[in-house]
């Protein structure tokens, strides 16, 4: 029998909304698994109304909602993940793919002898040839590599689904929320610790961004202006390719690319990018992409489901006065 | 100080992954030094440069072929490299074993103060040998890191995170993983290439004695699917978005 635990990530207690796509997630595996459960822990101080009626399906949310928890804290983490593994003789423990989940799970691992899986696309087929089988692309997107893991312990950092917007499962059925008893150990002062945390004011980041607005070296320094008046626009957020970060036009957090962040928006504008292999390996999973450049035969076009050839600097201004016009009727 | 810094080798961007009857080839693949490991060892040599008397040593589990890329790590900064040589192929469970077996061989009993490591390999992009190495030698560890202090008692480091970034306080022995960002790698001298052939790298055995935790059942090419449409302009392009998904 398969038990799944998903780790609820918060910030500034706040529930992240990729862990909420995971829990989902984790419910529909558990649904095409008969006799498979699905509990959770969310790990820190966080308002649970905002889990209300979101994650469906069945299953316990257990909440460490000590201040102790509000900064990540590798080792108070570590202690609790294993804890709650125990407690609920959990088989599968998924992540969704995060920066938290990046330092976490690699030490959760060892402590658990378990089976690491980082960045990966847990789909239907994950049950399949014995069980616990996902994807992800190598070698800068040009292959698609198949891993299995090899022992009774599993643990998976899962990436999002772009094209597909998931849906609450309806069954009608309601997680309940047990507050766990503060643990003894979380007075203790364990190294490393977080000090400070500190959120850039009003950007939206791009490896969470459900549309995202990317611009190369052809858009100039100045050209950026354009793509943050569009991203603020639909909502979105601003990315760039490496040379315009090089060049310092924009902060290396926007950066996308096989040296920069991955990303999987629902859609993805790349103006005035060429689609170097380096670039192209981190948008392997966006969902609808559109492309603006000059050189008709730009390798972006390759990826593309939109086209537009011309100027950004003549385009741009049109597209964004289209969409104002459009956001304004509806 | 003593800082070791763990080094592997990718295929170079520019090299194309080539599949032959179904199945991988990377015959025709140049390998290079990961580009995150440039910049684990441009730190570790600041460092290095900072507080007398200190010793980089690089560890490197590859085949013997990696040595080049090791004469370049000398010459960056380097002072000694160990090249493990196995042909075996290891999960990322089975090399942070070898890897920690390699770095308590060589220091004894004493870890090394510093240990850094790229984020991670950019062919298979796992980001997991550093933090489990970290957790096999019983160091504190940090991923991903875009800024460092060290002095003589601790370490001061920050550390990107969504929308925002983390700043941690940490004491040594340390490992680190490290983000593009956190400097940038110096070139190389003809002097420095001159002075790293004097530089010893050691070829050393290493012997698998983990199993592995994680196995690749396939690797095969993948086919892009995408058809491109071409608009005429604007206008046409937000018909078609607004009409496709409920994007906005
Ligand atoms: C180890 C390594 C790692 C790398 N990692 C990354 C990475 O993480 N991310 C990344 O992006 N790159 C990465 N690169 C760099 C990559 O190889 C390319 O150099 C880079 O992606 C090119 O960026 P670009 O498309 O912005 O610029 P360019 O290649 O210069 O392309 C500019 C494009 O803009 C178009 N253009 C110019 N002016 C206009 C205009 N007025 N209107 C419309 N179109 C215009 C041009 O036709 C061209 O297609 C890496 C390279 C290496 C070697
Ligand atoms: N075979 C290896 N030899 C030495 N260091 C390695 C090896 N594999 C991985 N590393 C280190 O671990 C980092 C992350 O690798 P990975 O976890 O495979 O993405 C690399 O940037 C290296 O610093």
Redesign the pocket.
Same mark, same amino acid.
């Given at each position: 029998m398969n038990t799944f635990l998903v780790f609820l990530e918060q910030r500034e207690g706040v529930v992240k909304k990729s862990s909420i796509d995971t829990w989902n997630r984790a419910q529909e595996l558990a649904a095409l698994h008969p006799g498979a459960a699905v509990s959770a822990l969310l790990v820190g101080p966080a308002s649970t109304r905002q889990l209300d009626g979101c994650p469906g399906g069945n299953g316990v949310i257990y909440h460490a909602n000590e201040e102790a928890f509000r900064l990540y804290n590798p080792e108070h983490y570590t202690r609790l993940v294993v804890e709650t593994m125990k407690r609920v003789a959990a088989t599968t423990l998924f992540f969704a793919d995060t920066a938290l989940s990046r330092d976490l799970a690699p030490r959760l691992s060892v402590r658990l002898k378990a089976s690491l899986l980082t960045g990966c696309a847990v789909d239907d087929a994950w049950g399949e040839n014995g069980g616990g089988c996902c994807q992800r692309p190598v070698y800068s997107g040009a292959a698609i590599a198949s891993f299995a893991p090899c022992r009774p312990l599993k643990i998976y950092t899962c990436t999002p689904r772009a094209s597909r917007i998931s849906s609450p499962i309806t069954s009608g059925a309601r997680a309940s929320v047990v507050v766990l008893e503060p643990s003894s150990s979380t007075s203790e002062e364990l190294f490393p610790l977080v000090r400070r945390m500190a959120m850039h004011e009003g950007v939206r980041d791009v490896a969470e961004a459900r549309i995202i607005v990317a611009g190369?070296?052809?858009m100039g320094r100045a050209g950026f202006g354009l793509l943050e008046a569009l991203a603020r626009l639909l909502g979105g957020a601003v990315g760039a390719?490496?040379? =315009?970060v090089d060049e310092g036009w924009r902060p290396h957090a926007e950066?996308?690319?096989?040296?920069?962040k991955t990303v999987a928006p629902a859609l993805y504008l790349a103006c005035?990018?060429?689609?170097?292999p380096?670039?192209l390996a981190?948008i392997g999973s966006a969902g609808i992409v559109v492309a603006?450049?000059?050189?008709p035969h730009?390798p972006i076009f390759d990826v593309a489901d939109y086209a537009l050839v011309g100027? =950004?600097?003549l385009l741009l201004p049109k597209l964004i006065e289209e969409f104002r016009e459009f956001l304004k009727k509806r | 100080m003593h800082i070791a810094v763990c080094l592997c080798q990718v295929p170079d961007?520019a090299s194309v992954i080539d599949f032959f009857e179904g199945a991988l080839d990377l015959s025709r693949v140049n390998g290079v030094m990961n580009?995150f490991d440039e910049y684990a060892l441009e730190e570790a040599v600041r460092i290095k440069e900072r507080f007398e008397g200190s010793q980089v040593t690089l560890f490197c589990i590859a085949p013997s072929s990696a040595k080049e890329m090791l004469r370049k790590a000398l010459a960056m900064g380097g002072d000694r490299a160990l090249l493990f040589s196995t042909t075996e192929p290891a999960d990322t469970f089975q090399t942070a074993g070898m890897l920690s077996r390699a770095i308590t061989d060589y220091y004894g009993e004493v870890l090394p103060d510093l240990v850094f490591c790229g984020k991670h390999s950019?062919d298979f992009q796992s980001a997991q040998v550093p933090l489990m190495l970290a957790e096999l030698l019983g160091m504190e560890s940090v991923s991903a890191i875009i800024k460092l202090e060290a002095s003589r008692a601790g370490i001061h480091v920050e550390r990107e995170i969504e929308g925002g970034i983390e700043s941690l306080e940490l004491h040594y022995p340390a490992l680190f993983s490290v983000e593009k960002g956190l400097n940038v790698p110096r070139k190389t001298t003809i002097k420095a290439v001159m002075e790293a052939r004097k530089k010893p790298i050691d070829l050393l055995p290493v012997t698998l004695s983990e199993s592995s935790c994680v196995t690749i059942t396939s690797i095969k090419p993948f086919v892009r699917e995408k058809k491109c449409r071409v608009v005429q302009d604007p206008k046409e392009l937000v018909l078609l978005l607004t009409h496709a998904e409920a994007l906005f």
């Amino acid at each position: 029998m398969n038990t799944f635990l998903v780790f609820l990530e918060q910030r500034e207690g706040v529930v992240k909304k990729s862990s909420i796509d995971t829990w989902n997630r984790a419910q529909e595996l558990a649904a095409l698994h008969p006799g498979a459960a699905v509990s959770a822990l969310l790990v820190g101080p966080a308002s649970t109304r905002q889990l209300d009626g979101c994650p469906g399906g069945n299953g316990v949310i257990y909440h460490a909602n000590e201040e102790a928890f509000r900064l990540y804290n590798p080792e108070h983490y570590t202690r609790l993940v294993v804890e709650t593994m125990k407690r609920v003789a959990a088989t599968t423990l998924f992540f969704a793919d995060t920066a938290l989940s990046r330092d976490l799970a690699p030490r959760l691992s060892v402590r658990l002898k378990a089976s690491l899986l980082t960045g990966c696309a847990v789909d239907d087929a994950w049950g399949e040839n014995g069980g616990g089988c996902c994807q992800r692309p190598v070698y800068s997107g040009a292959a698609i590599a198949s891993f299995a893991p090899c022992r009774p312990l599993k643990i998976y950092t899962c990436t999002p689904r772009a094209s597909r917007i998931s849906s609450p499962i309806t069954s009608g059925a309601r997680a309940s929320v047990v507050v766990l008893e503060p643990s003894s150990s979380t007075s203790e002062e364990l190294f490393p610790l977080v000090r400070r945390m500190a959120m850039h004011e009003g950007v939206r980041d791009v490896a969470e961004a459900r549309i995202i607005v990317a611009g190369g070296r052809g858009m100039g320094r100045a050209g950026f202006g354009l793509l943050e008046a569009l991203a603020r626009l639909l909502g979105g957020a601003v990315g760039a390719s490496r040379p =315009v970060v090089d060049e310092g036009w924009r902060p290396h957090a926007e950066q996308i690319g096989q040296t920069g962040k991955t990303v999987a928006p629902a859609l993805y504008l790349a103006c005035a990018i060429s689609g170097a292999p380096q670039h192209l390996a981190a948008i392997g999973s966006a969902g609808i992409v559109v492309a603006i450049n000059c050189d008709p035969h730009a390798p972006i076009f390759d990826v593309a489901d939109y086209a537009l050839v011309g100027d =950004v600097h003549l385009l741009l201004p049109k597209l964004i006065e289209e969409f104002r016009e459009f956001l304004k009727k509806r | 100080m003593h800082i070791a810094v763990c080094l592997c080798q990718v295929p170079d961007t520019a090299s194309v992954i080539d599949f032959f009857e179904g199945a991988l080839d990377l015959s025709r693949v140049n390998g290079v030094m990961n580009p995150f490991d440039e910049y684990a060892l441009e730190e570790a040599v600041r460092i290095k440069e900072r507080f007398e008397g200190s010793q980089v040593t690089l560890f490197c589990i590859a085949p013997s072929s990696a040595k080049e890329m090791l004469r370049k790590a000398l010459a960056m900064g380097g002072d000694r490299a160990l090249l493990f040589s196995t042909t075996e192929p290891a999960d990322t469970f089975q090399t942070a074993g070898m890897l920690s077996r390699a770095i308590t061989d060589y220091y004894g009993e004493v870890l090394p103060d510093l240990v850094f490591c790229g984020k991670h390999s950019t062919d298979f992009q796992s980001a997991q040998v550093p933090l489990m190495l970290a957790e096999l030698l019983g160091m504190e560890s940090v991923s991903a890191i875009i800024k460092l202090e060290a002095s003589r008692a601790g370490i001061h480091v920050e550390r990107e995170i969504e929308g925002g970034i983390e700043s941690l306080e940490l004491h040594y022995p340390a490992l680190f993983s490290v983000e593009k960002g956190l400097n940038v790698p110096r070139k190389t001298t003809i002097k420095a290439v001159m002075e790293a052939r004097k530089k010893p790298i050691d070829l050393l055995p290493v012997t698998l004695s983990e199993s592995s935790c994680v196995t690749i059942t396939s690797i095969k090419p993948f086919v892009r699917e995408k058809k491109c449409r071409v608009v005429q302009d604007p206008k046409e392009l937000v018909l078609l978005l607004t009409h496709a998904e409920a994007l906005f």
